[in-house]
C-alpha cells in the first residue's frame, strides 16, 4: 500500500496493514541543532524520515485587518508586534514558542462590531501563493503522501485575538459575543476554503489546530465546550467532509475530559494526547478506540534522555499495546520534537516503531 492509501484507511478508522509516521517540530531543531548531528541542512523532514503525511499548506491569513501588523519595539533578544487582530505580543528571537500577551483591542462588543466586517467578505490576498500550494501538492502526492491543509479555529482564534484573561471570562460573561465570533470565523472560514479548494485543489485532508488543554486540565468546563465551541467545531468538520476530507484535531494539554466532544463534532483523529500532561493513549484507546484514530503520545521527556533503553521502552509501550488491540495508530511526539533530543535518537525511536508497526 502506499503512504496515502495507509492514512486513508488508518482515518476510516480501519486496520490497514501498519500504522503511519507523522511529526511536529521546533524550528530550531531542524535549524539549529541537528545539520551539526548529520541531519541534511535545509532537507524537508517528510523526505528525511519518509513520512506518510506532507503539510502543503491552507494558511490562509485570518486577522480582521491582516497586512497591517506594526513593529513597536525591538530588542536584541524580542520583538513586539501589534498585528491586524488588535492583539500586541511578545515574541522572542530564534526560538519557538508562544509569545506573552501584552494587550488587546477586542475584548468588548463594540470593538468586536469593528473588527467582525472585513472577516465576512472573501479576500483572496489572504492566501497567498496559490500556485506554490498546487506545487506542493502535486510533489506530495508524486511521492505516494497524504496530503493535508493546516489551520487554527475558533478556540485558538479567541485567545490570538482576546487574550485568555480576556476570551475564558467571556465565556460565561458574554456568551452571545462568543457565539457571534464563533459564527463570524466560521463563515470566514467557508468562504476561503471554498475559494482555497476551487483555485489549488482539494488535498486529502485536513489539520485543525485547537489547544483545548493545558498541563492540568481543559482551559473551560466539558458543558461550556459542549455548549458555545461544540457547534461551530460541527459546523466546520461537516463543511470540510461535504468535499470528501478527514480531518485530524490537533490538541495540546490535558484533553481527556473532552474526547466524547471531539467525537460528537466529527473528528477522526486526535493528536499529539501529551503525556506531560497526563494523557495515555492506551488508556484512550481501551475506551475511544472503535471512534477514533489516535496519532502521538511519544513522550519527549524520555526522548530527551536521549537514552535508548528509555527510548525504546517508550515506543514499544505504546506501539504494542495499539497493535494487540488494533486501534488506528499514527508515531508522533506527544507535541513536537525539541532541540535537546539528538538526531541519532529520534531515528532510532523511528526505526524501532518500524520494526513494530505491523498489524
Avoid at 39 to 45: F, I, L, Q, V
Avoid at 125 to 139: C, F, N, P, Q, Y
Avoid at 307 to 335: C, G, I, Q, W
Wanted: net charge negative; aromatic share 14%.
Amino acid at each position: 500500500m502506499q503512504p496515502r492509501e495507509v492514512v486513508q484507511a488508518l482515518l476510516r478508522h480501519e486496520i490497514s496493514e501498519r500504522m503511519g509516521v507523522y511529526e511536529h517540530w521546533w524550528e530550531e531543531t531542524l535549524r539549529d541543532a541537528w545539520p551539526s548531528q548529520g541531519y541534511p541542512e535545509g532537507a524537508a523532514p517528510e523526505d528525511v524520515f519518509d513520512y506518510d503525511i506532507e503539510n502543503c499548506g491552507g494558511w490562509f491569513n485570518t486577522e480582521p485587518f491582516h497586512g497591517t501588523t506594526e513593529t513597536l519595539e525591538e530588542t536584541d533578544e524580542w520583538i513586539l508586534r501589534r498585528d491586524g487582530r488588535g492583539a500586541t505580543l511578545r515574541y522572542w528571537k530564534g526560538k519557538s514558542g508562544t509569545p506573552e500577551h501584552v494587550d488587546f483591542a477586542v475584548t468588548d462588543w463594540d470593538t468586536w462590531k469593528r473588527y467582525r466586517e472585513p472577516l465576512l467578505t472573501l479576500d483572496p490576498s489572504r492566501l497567498g501563493d496559490i500556485e506554490e500550494v498546487r506545487k506542493r501538492l502535486a510533489s506530495a502526492r508524486e511521492k505516494g503522501r497524504f496530503t493535508v491543509y493546516g489551520q487554527l479555529f475558533v478556540f485558538e482564534l479567541l485567545r490570538a485575538t482576546m487574550g485568555d484573561q480576556n476570551f475564558l471570562p467571556a465565556l460565561l460573561l458574554e456568551p452571545d459575543l462568543i457565539r457571534d465570533f464563533c459564527q463570524v470565523y466560521l463563515e470566514h472560514y467557508r468562504l476561503h476554503f471554498d475559494y482555497l479548494f476551487r483555485e489549488a485543489g482539494l488535498p486529502d485532508g485536513m489539520f485543525i489546530y485547537e489547544d483545548l488543554g493545558f498541563s492540568n486540565g481543559l482551559f473551560c468546563s466539558p458543558a461550556t465546550l459542549r455548549e458555545l465551541i461544540l457547534p461551530y467545531e460541527r459546523e466546520l468538520v461537516g463543511f470540510l467532509k461535504e468535499y470528501g476530507l478527514p480531518v485530524i484535531l490537533h490538541s495540546c494539554g490535558d484533553v481527556r475530559q473532552a474526547v466524547p466532544i471531539i467525537i460528537e463534532a466529527g473528528y477522526d483523529c486526535l493528536q499529539p494526547m501529551e503525556a506531560k500532561a497526563g494523557c495515555d493513549v492506551v488508556e484512550l484507546a481501551r475506551e475511544y478506540g472503535d471512534r477514533l484514530a489516535f496519532m502521538g503520545n511519544i513522550n519527549v521527556v524520555e526522548l530527551t534522555t536521549n537514552d535508548k533503553t528509555r527510548v525504546e521502552a517508550e515506543v514499544l509501550t505504546k506501539v504494542r499495546a495499539m497493535r494487540e488491540m488494533r486501534v488506528p495508530y499514527f508515531f508522533h511526539s506527544d507535541h513536537s520534537i525539541p532541540p535537546n533530543i539528538r538526531y541519532d535518537t529520534y531515528r532510532y525511536a523511528l526505526d524501532v516503531f518500524r520494526q513494530n508497526w505491523t498489524y
